[in-house]
């Protein structure tokens, strides 16, 4: 059973940085692929972005392309995003992911078995 744990949420002016971890506790050898999601107020979750296989492949958001950078790191126990020029649009919950799956797209809950228990980003204007 994984166990996935985020960090480094919190408030940003508009323009900022930050940076999003998520810690994979557990047999990791299995875990294909792992993503963000985000859920803002009266929103559905969707998907941020996700990264196969160690970096294989990725997947972005077309609201985030550009700004938002996700990679894995630690034999794919730990996975960042690096989210720059942040906007107010970005204000959500942020969701850690983990997934069994060999056939990953990317965006799609389904796709993941293993969920954080999420982590709040507040961007101010």
């Known amino acids: 059973q994984e166990q996935l744990v985020e960090s480094g949420g919190g408030s940003v002016q508009t323009g900022g940085s930050l940076r999003l971890s998520c810690v994979a506790s557990?047999?990791?050898?299995?875990?294909?692929?792992m993503g963000w999601f985000r859920q803002a107020p009266g929103k559905e979750r969707e998907g941020v972005a996700g990264i196969w296989s160690g970096g294989a492949s990725t997947y972005y958001a077309d609201s985030v392309k550009g700004r938002f950078t996700i990679t894995q790191a630690n034999a794919n126990s730990t996975m960042y995003l690096q989210m720059n020029n942040l906007k107010p649009d970005d204000t959500a919950m942020y969701y850690c992911?983990?997934?069994?799956?060999?056939?990953?797209?990317?965006?799609?809950?389904?796709?993941?078995?293993?969920w954080g228990q999420g982590i709040q980003l507040t961007v101010s204007s």
């Open positions: 557990g047999p990791t050898a299995s875990i294909n692929c």
């Open positions: 992911a983990a997934g069994l799956t060999h056939t990953w797209i990317g965006p799609f809950e389904y796709e993941y078995t293993y």
